[in-house]
């Protein structure tokens, strides 16, 4: 069991997949030679050969595309776009084919594919490289959203998501690539898709959140409960389908709840959340649900970017509100 960061297990998890299953595939831009951007694929080509690690053209709607027709034809495509903010050319084959296939042929043709996307701010690029746009493809039926949160979790969903029989969008919080270390087994087991994952169990109120801002959600929970605040932490992971049975016992048991996320506020999957709680967990809500969101505009270049991110303290204080509605 080694310990390694987010991105080490992303490429562990592609390691073991292609080795497991010839019909896994990972192509992209600079995926082979260069190992990835973030060298997630880093030595995955020099090991498994060009013709299972593929440099494709700078061209997201063709790696789209070719996906599709892998997919189509029994092959497990895993292919990369270099950034989120790239992906938005091959949102016509996300739509039309890569969600619909299924519908389409009722049931004839699958596609179990994966389309890896780094995402999020936080680490200074410059502009289209910092989108935290999950609800734009939460929103699109038969496509399946995952972020994970951790290393272990990378390895253990995107295991899953590559041995799922349809389409799934992963999403790779690139502020914690290598924010943290953790212990993590290359033991093949997936993890669960479509659940929420409590990561701290408490009785005054629930928090939940998904990707890179779970790290501020934990911090912002230690200081609650050295304020004698005792919070719940639940890690959304798998953004569509929602988990809310998981998100209603919480709230059912703590009667409040904040939603953390760093993504823009308006129609962000936080309102859907917000939405479900008012709809069936109403008569368990002792205070409204509260939102700790990114702000409805374009994520700032660096010198800005500060004022955009979430901390630590505008969780606290929205928490802290929360607890004193009477």
Same mark, same amino acid.
């Given at each position: 069991? +080694?310990?390694?960061?987010?991105?080490?297990?992303?490429?562990? #998890?592609?390691?073991?997949?292609?080795? @497991?299953?010839? @019909?896994?595939?990972?192509? !992209?831009?600079?995926?082979?030679?260069?190992?990835?951007?973030?060298?997630?694929?880093?030595?995955?080509?020099?090991?498994?050969?060009?013709?299972?690690?593929?440099?494709?053209?700078?061209?997201?709607?063709?790696?789209?595309?070719?996906?599709?027709?892998?997919?189509?034809?029994?092959?497990?495509?895993?292919?990369?776009?270099?950034?989120?903010?790239?992906?938005?050319? #091959?949102?016509?084959?996300?739509?039309?084919?890569? +969600?619909?296939?299924?519908?389409?042929?009722?049931?004839?043709?699958?596609?179990?594919?994966?389309?890896?996307?780094?995402?999020? !701010? !936080?680490?200074?690029?410059?502009?289209?490289?910092?989108?935290?746009?999950?609800?734009?493809? #939460?929103?699109?039926? !038969?496509?399946?959203?995952?972020?994970?949160?951790?290393?272990?979790?990378?390895?253990?969903?995107?295991?899953?998501?590559?041995?799922?029989?349809?389409?799934?969008?992963?999403?790779?919080?690139? =502020?914690?690539? =290598?924010?943290?270390?953790?212990?993590?087994?290359?033991?093949?087991? #997936?993890?669960?898709?479509?659940?929420?994952?409590?990561?701290?169990?408490?009785?005054?109120?629930?928090?939940?959140?998904?990707?890179?801002?779970?790290?501020?959600?934990?911090?912002?929970?230690?200081?609650?409960?050295?304020?004698?605040?005792?919070?719940?932490?639940?890690?959304?992971?798998?953004?569509?389908?929602?988990?809310?049975?998981?998100?209603?016992?919480?709230?059912?048991?703590?009667?409040?709840?904040?939603?953390?996320?760093?993504? +823009?506020?308006?129609?962000?999957?936080?309102?859907?959340?917000?939405?479900?709680?008012?709809?069936?967990?109403?008569?368990?809500?002792?205070?409204?649900?509260?939102?700790?969101?990114?702000?409805?505009?374009?994520?700032?270049?660096?010198?800005?970017?500060?004022?955009?991110?979430? @901390?630590?303290?505008?969780?606290?204080?929205?928490?802290?509100?929360?607890?004193?509605?009477?």
């Amino acid at each position: 069991m +080694a310990e390694i960061t987010l991105v080490e297990a992303v490429n562990l #998890a592609l390691d073991r997949a292609l080795n @497991d299953d010839p @019909d896994v595939i990972v192509l !992209g831009e600079d995926v082979g030679v260069n190992g990835g951007v973030f060298r997630a694929t880093v030595g995955l080509q020099e090991k498994h050969g060009s013709h299972r690690v593929v440099d494709t053209p700078l061209a997201e709607t063709l790696i789209a595309g070719m996906s599709v027709g892998m997919a189509a034809e029994g092959l497990r495509p895993v292919c990369e776009m270099q950034f989120m903010g790239f992906i938005y050319s #091959a949102v016509d084959q996300i739509i039309n084919h890569v +969600a619909r296939m299924r519908n389409r042929t009722r049931g004839r043709i699958t596609l179990p594919m994966v389309i890896r996307a780094p995402f999020g !701010g !936080g680490i200074h690029a410059p502009e289209h490289h910092s989108e935290s746009t999950e609800a734009i493809f #939460a929103h699109m039926p !038969g496509l399946r959203v995952v972020i994970p949160s951790s290393p272990a979790r990378a390895y253990g969903l995107l295991l899953a998501a590559i041995r799922d029989p349809d389409p799934v969008l992963f999403l790779e919080p690139k =502020r914690i690539y =290598r924010l943290v270390k953790q212990n993590v087994d290359d033991n093949g087991e #997936a993890w669960p898709l479509d659940v929420c994952f409590t990561l701290r169990e408490g009785n005054d109120i629930t928090l939940v959140t998904w990707g890179a801002c779970v790290h501020e959600t934990m911090q912002a929970a230690d200081k609650l409960h050295n304020m004698g605040i005792d919070a719940e932490v639940i890690d959304l992971a798998t953004i569509k389908p929602l988990d809310m049975d998981t998100i209603l016992q919480s709230v059912e048991k703590t009667g409040r709840c904040v939603i953390i996320h760093e993504a +823009a506020r308006t129609c962000g999957v936080g309102a859907e959340i917000a939405a479900q709680l008012a709809e069936r967990g109403l008569m368990h809500l002792l205070a409204p649900v509260q939102r700790v969101t990114g702000y409805d505009t374009v994520m700032p270049l660096y010198r800005n970017e500060k004022w955009y991110m979430i @901390d630590t303290d505008r969780i606290v204080d929205t928490v802290k509100q929360t607890m004193e509605f009477a």
